[in-house]
RNA sequence: GCCGACUUAGCGUAAUAGGUAGCGCAACUGACUUGUAAUCAGUAGGUUGGGGGUUCGAUUCCCUCAGUCGGCACCA
């Protein structure tokens, strides 16, 4: 997908349309009030403010009409260069303007204005030198948008937008938007039986069904038996807890807004938990540890609950219970380099393995003014985050710095992955915690017989495993590898009088080599059942039919492919089997 | 949570300027015995998301609740 706003001709040509659209909606709208109309990745919008009046899709027409009327006019667009207060004499009627100009560095700025017609807006530039030239253009959608991207301030109404020099860029992008749409993990998941929800159980709680559960299950084997190699330790515990614990991890006073609320019984408090970090504390604490016992790595596909604003949710990409990939590694200071470099060492073997390309590393730090999301220990806070500076550099690592980003108990290397289909989330983290040991008071008993504290690292590879399933339907566009495939193979006979038995057979022979097979012995023609194979995806399907049966071979067909290849079943068998085990991708 | 749209059978959809709903696929039954994306015929399947209001009559109009979707905000 075309990346507007890193395209200099494109840039150009969107924020140009976004002045078109303005003028179109100020000539059918005399009322409106502009506030921004910047380039974004997917185009351009423009914030308005158009009093009682709302705007829904069935009003984008019109208004795209005014437009292409007002680009047929061919008129210039030109610059003009103003003083501030001549900035404020000219867009007084203008709040929005008035407010963006005010704010402008001192009284000297030279502002720029740009004229098309009728129609004046303050724009540093550049734009394109006539509207003839934004003919090309297609509004996508509207919707509301807090002034300043604050929630605190009322809504304005947004227009988003994309133009393309020609009319074949335009319907060739459009079309590409149309198919983005097949591949959302929840259509997906819907179609290939992954995960279904129910108003009845409640939003954000989805559930797999048994396709999406084998995905699940094989994920799990996949990392734990990595973090196996690399002496991690799996735990299971409860996916609630006191209130004290939380209490005690600060957790109840940094993070509240986003848990469950509490619930009593018998007089005590629980709740369901939105990180299971101080579960994982408590069994550290349950033994006394030499130095010489570090690194402690403690895993578990952990069950969390957090809650997410209702308009938040996304399928199985964000809910409001999942189960994340954890693991806290209690180590001492000295330890702290060679294990993080372990940790991003991890991350990069996984995602080379399993074929994500399209990351970048964030460092995300606390914002310092922000006094009540963050732990409060300046000296903490700054001793973490020249280690994991000092760590990353040392690792050689490229990233950027995030302010504000931190966890409440401490900075963080995340893993941003961009999607095929929306916004760029995080996928790994690996996190620098001197916070949460302290307050569980866990220690080591140090070489000179001295108690102290461990320093935590937390971190999560796949993420959590409903994300990363989610991440990873829609970049597969739901062919997966055999190894996550819930059916690797699909056996199908021509003509069940003669072709069955040898059917059969290899169904049989895959299934004892713990394939997942399937037979498709149904009453039905070849092409029928080829093409429910070819919409379930399911990456080989067998044709075994009076050819295979009189040559003593096997004919498949890979999805997505058009070819057939014949082979000795033995070679097929062998080559299915080396696939799974190599989880080639 | 906020702004807006949407919700019709398992899935995908049609219709009613207010007179209780069609179609395709899937399912089931039968025939066909099949060579790479849909064989034919028949049967069954709906309180039109829940509740309330207006009306002689509501799936359609209004209110409300729930859910879904697109954005915003949030995402430790």
């Known amino acids: 997908m075309i990346n507007i706003k890193e395209n200099a001709e494109l840039s150009v040509l969107n924020h140009s349309c976004a002045h078109l659209l303005a003028q179109a909606v100020k000539h059918l709208y005399p009322e409106a009030k502009f506030w921004v109309g910047p380039v974004i990745e997917e185009g351009f919008y423009y914030d308005i403010d158009l009093g009682d009046v709302t705007l829904t899709e069935e009003d984008l027409p019109a208004i795209e009409h ?19 207060s001549e900035a404020l004499a000219k867009f007084k009627d203008d709040p929005y303007k008035v407010d963006l100009i005010s704010r402008m560095d001192d009284d000297n700025t030279i502002i720029s204005c740009y004229t098309q017609g009728d129609f004046t807006d303050l724009c540093r530039g550049p734009h394109v030198e006539s509207t003839k030239l934004l003919k090309n253009f297609k509004l996508l959608k509207v919707s509301g948008a807090y002034w300043k991207g604050d929630k605190n301030n009322h809504m304005l109404q947004r227009i988003y937008g994309i133009c393309f020099p020609t009319v074949e860029e335009l319907e060739a992008h459009l079309h590409e938007l149309e198919e983005q749409k097949a591949r959302d993990h929840r259509r997906l998941g819907k179609d290939l039986g992954i995960f279904m929800t129910s108003d009845l159980v409640g939003k954000g709680l989805p559930m797999y069904l048994p396709n999406g559960y084998i995905i699940w299950e094989e994920l799990e084997n996949y990392i734990k038996e990595k973090e196996k190699r690399l002496g991690y330790k799996h735990v299971l515990t409860p996916p609630l807890g006191s209130i004290e614990l939380y209490k005690t991890s600060g957790h109840w006073e940094h993070y509240q ?21 101080p579960h994982h504390m408590m069994i550290y604490g349950n033994e006394i540890h030499s130095y010489r016992d570090l690194p402690i790595r403690i895993g578990e596909i952990a069950r969390d609950c957090r809650y997410e604003a209702s308009g938040a949710l996304k399928g199985i990409e964000r809910a409001r219970t999942f189960c994340q990939n954890d693991a806290h590694l209690f180590v001492t200071p000295e330890q702290i380099k060679s294990e993080f470099e372990n940790v991003v060492n991890l991350i990069l073997e996984v995602y080379r393995e399993l074929n994500i390309k399209d990351y970048s590393f964030e460092l995300s730090l606390r914002d310092p003014e922000d006094k009540v999301k963050y732990y409060p220990d300046d000296e903490m806070w700054n001793n973490a985050e020249n280690t994991l500076r000092k760590v990353l550099d ?57 108690k102290k504290t461990p320093v935590v690292l937390h971190r999560a590879i796949l993420g959590s495993i409903d994300r990363f399933i989610a991440y990873y339907l829609e970049e597969t566009k739901g062919l997966l590898p055999l190894w996550l495939s819930p059916i690797a193979v699909n056996v199908i006979p021509v003509n069940n009088n003669y072709h069955l038995s040898y059917a059969t057979d290899l169904f049989n022979k895959l299934k004892e080599l713990n394939v997942r097979v399937k037979l498709d012995d149904r009453e039905e023609k070849l092409g029928y059942k080829m093409r429910e194979a070819v919409m379930q995806k399911i990456p080989y399907t067998v044709i075994i039919g009076n050819k295979e049966t009189e040559s003593n071979t096997i004919s498949y067909r890979k999805c997505g492919t058009e070819d057939t290849i014949n082979m000795k079943e033995e070679d097929f068998i062998n080559q299915i089997i080396t696939e799974i085990k190599t989880r080639k991708i």
């Open 394 to 450: 040392e690792i050689g690592i490229t990233y950027t710095e995030k302010i504000g980003e931190a966890a409440f108990y401490g900075p963080k290397l995340d893993v941003q992955v961009k999607p095929a289909v929306g916004n760029p989330y995080t996928l790994s983290t690996c996190q620098l915690d001197f916070c949460l040991p302290m307050r569980f008071n866990l220690n080591y008993i140090a070489s000179d017989g001295t």
């Open 66 to 84: 005014e437009m292409k009327k007002l680009a047929k006019d061919n008129k210039r667009i030109i610059r003009e260069e103003i003083s501030k």
């Open 257 to 277: 807004e986003n848990m469950f609320p509490k619930m009593e019984v018998d007089g005590e408090e629980f709740v369901l938990r939105p990180m299971n970090c």
